[in-house]
DNA sequence: ACAAAAGTGTTAGTTCTACACCCATGA
DNA sequence: TCATGGGTGTAGAACTAACACTTTTGT
């Protein structure tokens, strides 16, 4: 990149920021959090070249709510409308602003402005969400992302400020979700197989459930429709393949 | 009150708001509960002679934690510390900063500016705290607060801003939490009769228990332990008298 | 000895857990 | 007809909820 270049896209960002008349000192960030190959995944941005990543994350304007800011900085992250998301964690401390290792790499390129300015004090209100990896196309045109991620939550790189701190916090909100009110909705193909439901439960809460016993439970809950059975081929019993119920709006 | 002494006072706290460093738009708000001649009550602030009420809250220092702000808020208002406190809810929503109530007031008064201050967009991140009523003395040098009152839940007087759904979201926290992690501490004088706890969670679950029923789940969770008996002089078998055990910090 | 409230017991119903058993399927 | 994974059944443990019984207390 032409560092003068950066700079001057820098300082228009910059610049936008007031135009636009975000709230100060306030952002949003999102744990993504998708379901691909019997994994639990969150999209992570990588920072520069430094082998840190980060959470995505925006801006609130003066004019919006800050789940509609959550809502629109999804939607031009991913595309993606009319997702499940919550708001479970607010991250406040005092120090989390600054990352020495996003305070060296600016400085190193030159950036001591862009520095001072990524490091002020800002408090980040943390929603979680749900999706479907294929349908996300994550938005790269952004000062010093390199590149995005999808990074198993039980194996995750070195991330920048406390954001391992928010994924720990969104993983215990996302089980105790999932264990009451809602559902595995945006993170399974449908139809699936209650196979298929057991192991994305298995890698949301990092343990074995007993078979039958766990068909059981989610039958009882009266949230799935048998929609036929999957033929594969192989030498076994087919299993049922289910939709989700719609849930009427609450 | 002197109008004029009031606007000095304004622009003083106004002036000492940049010059303490405070973040702007964002604020705490703490709902304190307390649990009183049988009822769970909250402590409201009666706003100028409105007739409204509102929650206490406060401004976050630049240098410090976000929980720090809420603790160091609760500790000037009531003088209490190593109180358990939750962050539960962040209100969030463009429209709630604006009251007609309030503008109304001002204007009537003659305080234009003050009510376009107040007026600013504000995103509140609010704390739950559990009190000994008997042991809290608000403080009430501050500008339009006539007086305080313990309202009991169950009966809210009128509200200003969104404060009545914020209370609504901290008693269904601290149900939740009474339910499951934490105890009554700081809402019952030790010792109490299981009878005083039975009416504390009757108070804040606003339903009955089956009284051995509930003796027995009580016991079971092994938080309890007996330091006497209670003779009242009355014709009747003497209860038992419980503290909280200690609890290692987690 | 009586009433009143506290403490403990009992019973039936439900839910959980583990595991057994049968069923459908394609080789 | 066999192995494999899927669906259902079941016995025992654990937990609930309602209510009965016993104990303690001061009159």
Redesign the interface.
Known sequence: MDPEKNHEINIKQSEDRFRENL????SVNTVLFSYHQERLNVLLLKFGDTGYFMLPGGF?R???????AALRNLKELTALENIYLE?FY?A???ERSTDPVVVEFLKKQGYEKISSWLSQ?N?S?CYLALVNEKKVKPELNVQFISRYLWADVTNLPPLLFDHTTIIEKALSRLQSDMDQKLLSNNLLNEPFTMSDLQKLYEAVFQKKFTRSNFQRKMLKRDILARVGKKYEGRAHKAPYLYRFKKVKAS
Request: charged content about 35%; hydrophobic content about 40%; glycine content about 4%.
């Open positions: 709230l100060p000192s306030l609130i003066r004019d919006e709510d800050v789940d509609e708001q607010v406040g401390n005092a004090r408090v209100i």
